[in-house]
């Protein structure tokens, strides 16, 4: 890992995902978590002001870029609930099978190297009855669009630690063995339209 990687990246990315028209679509779905979570690409810790402190118990923070657990260092400090991070040594959640009530994923399927072992150890530890939240970027329904989305997708993954434009976020999912409960779609306001057209609800494991 290169200096870009583990000093520029992280603070490009820490803006991006903090832009107002993104807290918007965290707002849409990381109130619903309840019980234990598990929060998937936690990032620089953008979605702890969201969470119900009514409803959530405590948060396992799974992200394994140390720059942007050094750059979420302020958010878990002015937050009041309990964060565990967890890196990730392999392809397994180092977590118990069971352990979670609710998973949590929002713009981070998109980097995923490996999107179907990551999506099969989510449904792992999930509790019987939990649910995997998601809000994602991915392939947009327009064709001019998508033409960009794959143009541009090669060069995008470089510069963005991997991320790709082009995901088809529902089909990913439901490849993982879960069912797609709710889903909604739309572009985020404002900015790049390549880079803005996301998904978002709640599945449950089959």
């Not at 619903?32 to 409803?55: P, T, W």
């Amino acid at each position: 890992m290169g200096f870009y990687d583990r000093h520029i990246l992280p603070h490009l990315i820490h803006i991006a995902c903090g832009t107002p028209p993104i807290k918007e679509r965290r707002r849409l779905v990381v109130p619903f978590a309840k019980g234990r979570v598990l929060e998937i690409g936690m990032g620089s810790g953008h979605n702890l002001i969201h969470y119900d402190q009514d409803q959530v118990e405590m948060i396992w923070g799974l992200e394994p870029s140390l720059g942007m657990r050094k750059k979420a260092a302020g958010n878990v400090a002015a937050s009041s609930f309990e964060v565990t991070w967890l890196d990730l040594p392999s392809e397994t959640i180092p977590l118990e099978s069971n352990s979670a009530d609710t998973v949590v994923l929002t713009f981070t399927l998109c980097t995923i190297p490996d999107w179907q072992v990551a999506l099969d150890e989510m449904r792992r530890v999930l509790k019987p009855g939990g649910q995997l939240l998601f809000c994602e970027h991915g392939v947009a329904p327009d064709e001019n669009v998508r033409r960009w989305q794959d143009r541009l997708n090669p060069f995008w993954q470089k510069m963005a630690g991997g991320c790709q434009l082009n995901r088809a976020i529902p089909t990913l999912i439901e490849a993982g063995g879960f069912r797609i409960d709710s889903l909604d779609t739309g572009y985020v306001r404002g900015g790049p339209r390549f880079a803005g057209f996301t998904y978002w609800g709640n599945a449950t494991p089959r």
